[in-house]
């Protein structure tokens, strides 16, 4: 069955900082995979996915994902954390018998804090 | 519409009582989900129409739970006999075919 583990319910950054949230997959076929932000009061965003082609993956403000099978991870980053970013992120993997659509298989979260 | 909207965006029942949940998806999006999200988790897939057709209820945990898309654009969720361990957040996600899923702010349910 896949999974989808996300390492750290919580992860604080200071502003200016890196931001490193983690996530590692399981999955018997190649997987598509899936990064989601969830502000507050609000529905879940798409930040970026990965389907097939360059493993290294660029979404939206300013995030990007690196594709590793050998490690069968999708670590998100991004190079400078603003205050804004501070949110819940998902990571997701498409399920394999999702019969042609996107059934989603999600992370159990981590919670982003930025501080000054 | 500009966006996916559920309602009601928060819903406190008694135990026992029936709960309907209603989602209003982008016009023209044909394929419609439903998750729930449990405190301190993600959301886990519930059910998946394409058109007016439920294609997939997998995800649903029992038979108190349905879900109907009559006329292939308004859905609704329909927990019967409404017990405590059904309080979650019930998230509502409209995509184009196969495209990215656009989610709904959710419906925060809670069974006393």
């Known amino acids: 069955a896949q999974s989808v583990t996300q390492l750290g319910s919580h992860v604080s950054v200071s502003e200016g900082a890196l931001v490193p949230l983690r996530c590692n997959y399981s999955?018997?076929?190649?997987?598509?995979l899936f990064w989601y932000v969830q502000y507050p009061n609000q529905g879940l965003q798409l930040l970026l996915k990965?389907?097939?082609?360059?493993?290294l993956v660029k979404g939206i403000n300013g995030f990007e994902a690196e594709f590793k099978k050998s490690e069968t991870s999708f670590h998100l980053t991004k190079p400078s954390a603003h205050m804004s970013d501070a949110a819940e992120y998902f990571c997701?993997?498409?399920?394999?018998?999702?019969?042609?659509?996107?059934?989603?298989?999600f992370g159990a979260g981590t919670r982003l804090a930025v501080h000054p | 519409g500009a966006g996916v909207s559920q309602s009601p965006r928060y819903k406190v029942t008694k135990r026992g009582q029936d709960v309907a949940l209603r989602c209003d998806p982008i016009?023209?999006?044909?394929?419609l989900y439903w998750y729930r999200q449990a405190l301190g988790q993600g959301p886990e897939f519930l059910t998946y129409?394409?058109?007016?057709?439920?294609?997939?209820k997998s995800g649903l945990p029992n038979d108190r739970f349905s879900a109907e898309r009559p006329e292939g654009s308004i859905s609704t969720l329909t927990i019967q006999r409404t017990e405590q361990r059904d309080s979650a957040m019930y998230r509502c996600?409209?995509?184009?075919?196969?495209?990215?899923?656009?989610f709904g702010p959710g419906t925060r349910l809670t069974v006393l």
């Open positions: 996600a409209s995509s184009l075919y196969r495209d990215e899923q656009f």
């Open positions: 999955s018997s076929v190649p997987p598509y």
């Open positions: 990965y389907t097939t082609g360059a493993t």
């Open positions: 997701a993997v498409r399920s394999v018998f999702s019969g042609g659509y996107n059934k989603l298989i």
């Open positions: 016009s023209g999006h044909v394929s």
């Open positions: 129409f394409n058109y007016e057709a439920q294609q997939d």
